[in-house]
Structures are given as structure tokens and as C-alpha cells.
């Protein structure tokens, strides 16, 4: 007979495919939790985390959290290196995470009759994502944030925090990347290069204030989230869909692509870039299939 691996082993397996996901955009923490069936017991550990439960939910999170450290720590350099070399093959990588996931976000509408004021929502979650590409190219988003990190004044650490529970968004949400709504609006590399293990040390107090803020979303979205579901379900889909949509264009329409495109493509980014949508979409399937199949059988 084959051995199971211990709980806290298989959540910690668990947990740093969900840390993985924190660093690549496009692919959703909590589509990888409901996949692998600990979504629930993910929710309901946060759900009592600030009560007298507190130890035994901290015990349950535990392994979850070792695991996705781990695996932010293992992707921060390679990652590094890629946005150096080939920002645009790695951008399609991520366009073919969104787009081999849209079938799934359709399943949660399937059978739906769409009226005017549903197809409002997908719109208006659409311009929402869209616009904020635009506008960051607009304003030059990018040079702003690149001062905000080099200069570090007071206010930096409270932005920061905002930040983390932006980026905690993917960790609950199905199907949303917190990651990638980072890299439309500009936080994404820099706050990637915070964890340089050159100048780690200097780089604490801000990682801190990114972790707190990350908590505090993960307990925010989880109960959010749990009450839009219940009361709202289609109407939160609908945005959702139309906030991923817009992504896209966001993705390639925002300050950092601004500025790479105007270098000129590389030829390595020419040559890999449709092989890594490719690859991107069908990861990004594979796992809606896998979806699919816990559903059917629940």
C-alpha cells in the first residue's frame, strides 16, 4: 500500500504552489487551494484566526505559510533575471495564465442569462483594469514609484502596507491574480527587488509592512469575499471576469512595457514569446480541468 504524506507535508507541498503564485501573475492562490481541496479549510482557519481559536487556526495556517515563503524565495532571483533579459516573453507567459483560466470563471456563469445590467458589470470591471494600464503610462507611473522606493520616506511604509493587501487578493480570491493586478499598476518589480538578498537587511522594515498588509488582506478578502459570494455570486463573477479581461490589455499597455518597447525587442524575447503563451494557456487550462474534476466530484 502506498504511504500518504502527512497533512502538514502536503500543506506545505500545497502552500508553496500558492507562494508561487504570489510571484507569477496571471495564476490565482486561490484557484490552486480550491483545486487542491483545502480552500474551505484555508477560509475557515482565517475565518476564526482573530478569536480564541487563535493557536489552533495558527497551527492549521502554519504549513501553508513555510511552504509559500519557500517558494518566494526560490523565484525571486530567476524571476529577476527574466524581467531583465525577457520582459516580453514573460508578459506573454502571464497573458496565457489569464486566457487558459477565462474558461473556468465562464463555468461560474454557465447557464446565466446576461441582461443589460450584468453585462454593465463586465464592462465596467473591464475599463476599471484597462484604464489603469493606460493611465499609468499617462502619468508615468513607473518613474514616481521607482523615487518612492529609492527615497523610503514615512509615508512609503504605509503605501506598502496597501500594497500587501492588494497583492493578498490572489491568495483568496479564485481565479484573480494579486500579483498581476500589482504589475498593472507599477508595484510589481519593485517590490520583487525588495527581496534581493544583497540588500535584504535594509529592505526589513518594508518587507514588514508588505507581510502585515498581506495578513490583514488574506483576513479582510476571506470575510468579504465569503459574504459576496453568498449574497452576490454572479454579480462578484461578472466583475471579476470583466476586471481579468481588462487585464489583458493592461498587462501589455502599462508604464514598464512602455518603456521596454521603446528599446527595441530582443530577439530572444521574439523567439520565446508565443512559445510561453502557449505554455501559459495550457497550464492555466490544465488546472481549470482539475477544477472541473473536484467540482463534478463534490
Given at each position: 500500500?502506498?504511504?500518504k504524506?502527512?497533512?502538514?507535508?502536503?500543506?506545505?507541498i500545497?502552500?508553496?504552489?500558492?507562494?508561487?503564485?504570489?510571484?507569477?501573475?496571471?495564476?490565482?492562490?486561490g484557484?490552486?487551494?480550491?483545486?487542491?481541496?483545502?480552500?474551505?479549510?484555508?477560509?475557515?482557519?482565517?475565518?476564526?484566526?482573530?478569536?480564541?481559536?487563535?493557536?489552533k487556526?495558527?497551527?492549521?495556517?502554519?504549513?501553508f505559510?513555510?511552504?509559500?515563503?519557500?517558494?518566494?524565495?526560490?523565484?525571486?532571483?530567476?524571476?529577476?533575471?527574466?524581467?531583465?533579459?525577457c520582459?516580453?516573453?514573460?508578459?506573454?507567459l502571464?497573458?496565457?495564465?489569464?486566457?487558459?483560466?477565462?474558461p473556468?470563471v465562464?463555468?461560474?456563469?454557465k447557464?446565466?442569462k446576461?441582461?443589460?445590467?450584468?453585462?454593465?458589470?463586465?464592462?465596467?470591471?473591464?475599463?476599471?483594469?484597462?484604464?489603469?494600464?493606460?493611465?499609468?503610462?499617462?502619468?508615468?507611473?513607473?518613474?514616481?514609484?521607482?523615487?518612492?522606493?529609492?527615497?523610503?520616506?514615512?509615508?512609503f511604509?504605509?503605501?506598502?502596507?496597501?500594497?500587501?493587501?492588494?497583492?493578498?487578493?490572489?491568495?483568496?480570491?479564485?481565479?484573480?491574480?494579486?500579483?498581476?493586478?500589482?504589475?498593472?499598476?507599477?508595484?510589481?518589480?519593485?517590490?520583487?527587488?525588495?527581496?534581493?538578498?544583497?540588500?535584504?537587511?535594509p529592505?526589513?522594515?518594508?518587507?514588514?509592512?508588505?507581510?502585515?498588509?498581506?495578513?490583514?488582506?488574506?483576513?479582510?478578502?476571506?470575510?468579504?469575499?465569503?459574504?459576496?459570494?453568498?449574497?452576490?455570486?454572479?454579480?462578484?463573477?461578472?466583475?471579476?471576469?470583466?476586471?481579468?479581461?481588462?487585464?489583458?490589455?493592461?498587462?501589455?499597455?502599462n508604464?514598464d512595457?512602455?518603456?521596454?518597447?521603446?528599446?527595441?525587442?530582443?530577439?530572444?524575447?521574439?523567439?520565446?514569446?508565443?512559445?510561453?503563451?502557449?505554455?501559459?494557456?495550457?497550464?492555466?487550462?490544465?488546472?481549470?480541468?482539475?477544477?472541473?474534476?473536484?467540482?463534478?466530484?463534490?
Amino acid at each position: 500500500m502506498k504511504k500518504k504524506l502527512p497533512t502538514p507535508v502536503k500543506d506545505g507541498i500545497i502552500g508553496a504552489a500558492m507562494g508561487a503564485s504570489a510571484i507569477v501573475p496571471g495564476i490565482s492562490g486561490g484557484t490552486i487551494a480550491f483545486v487542491t481541496g483545502v480552500f474551505q479549510k484555508i477560509v475557515d482557519a482565517l475565518g476564526v484566526f482573530f478569536s480564541k481559536k487563535f493557536f489552533k487556526s495558527f497551527l492549521v495556517l502554519l504549513p501553508f505559510l513555510v511552504g509559500a515563503v519557500l517558494a518566494v524565495f526560490a523565484l525571486i532571483v530567476p524571476f529577476q533575471l527574466a524581467f531583465k533579459y525577457c520582459l516580453f516573453a514573460i508578459v506573454c507567459l502571464f497573458t496565457g495564465f489569464i486566457v487558459g483560466s477565462l474558461p473556468g470563471v465562464f463555468d461560474e456563469i454557465k447557464g446565466e442569462k446576461l441582461n443589460a445590467k450584468r453585462i454593465i458589470l463586465v464592462v465596467c470591471g473591464f475599463l476599471a483594469a484597462a484604464i489603469i494600464g493606460v493611465l499609468s503610462v499617462f502619468f508615468k507611473i513607473n518613474s514616481g514609484i521607482a523615487e518612492l522606493f529609492a527615497d523610503k520616506r514615512w509615508y512609503f511604509y504605509f503605501i506598502l502596507f496597501g500594497v500587501g493587501i492588494l497583492g493578498a487578493m490572489g491568495f483568496i480570491v479564485p481565479g484573480f491574480s494579486g500579483s498581476m493586478l500589482l504589475m498593472i499598476i507599477g508595484f510589481y518589480q519593485p517590490v520583487l527587488g525588495l527581496f534581493d538578498l544583497q540588500n535584504f537587511w535594509p529592505n526589513v522594515p518594508a518587507l514588514c509592512c508588505l507581510a502585515a498588509g498581506a495578513a490583514v488582506g488574506i483576513v479582510l478578502c476571506s470575510k468579504i469575499l465569503s459574504k459576496l459570494f453568498e449574497n452576490h455570486r454572479i454579480k462578484t463573477v461578472l466583475v471579476v471576469l470583466g476586471f481579468i479581461l481588462g487585464s489583458i490589455v493592461s498587462i501589455f499597455v502599462n508604464s514598464d512595457m512602455f518603456d521596454y518597447f521603446s528599446l527595441g525587442l530582443p530577439k530572444l524575447d521574439i523567439i520565446l514569446a508565443p512559445i510561453l503563451l502557449v505554455v501559459g494557456i495550457a497550464f492555466s487550462y490544465f488546472i481549470v480541468t482539475l477544477n472541473r474534476k473536484v467540482k463534478r466530484n463534490q
